[in-house]
């Protein structure tokens, strides 16, 4: 079966940096594609970036231009660049993985921007 293990959130102010990794682990057949989503409570979960096995991205409109996403093929590993962060992005992140044999979520991991 597969896991992902996500990590990196935390407390960061306000125009601060973090960056969050999502690993991937278990009988994969193949890996389509991974993405990052969000969720505060009483909203719908939000894709947030999205990346294909070839590369190509794609990201939600309130984040262009300060998130990146990236991942290593040879880890299975995602990950999630946010830099100019600021209080809106809170939010528990959810790492996503598209397989030839399902999709997959991570467990979530809570970012909080605040001073």
């Known amino acids: 079966q597969v896991q992902l293990v996500e990590s990196g959130g935390g407390l960061v102010q306000p125009g601060g940096s973090l960056r969050l990794s999502c690993a991937a682990s278990g009988s994969i057949l193949g890996i389509k594609a991974m993405s990052w989503y969000r969720q505060v409570p009483g909203k719908q979960r939000e894709l947030v970036a999205h990346?294909?096995?070839?590369?190509?991205?794609n990201y939600a409109d309130s984040v262009k231009g300060r998130f990146t996403i990236s991942r290593d093929n040879a880890q299975n590993t995602v990950y999630l660049q946010m830099n100019s962060l600021k209080p809106e992005d809170t939010a528990v992140y959810y790492c996503?993985?598209?397989?030839?044999?399902?999709?997959?979520w991570g467990q979530g991991t809570q970012v909080t921007v605040s001073s």
């Open positions: 990346i294909t096995s070839g590369g190509a991205t």
């Open positions: 996503k993985l598209w397989s030839f044999m399902g999709d997959y």
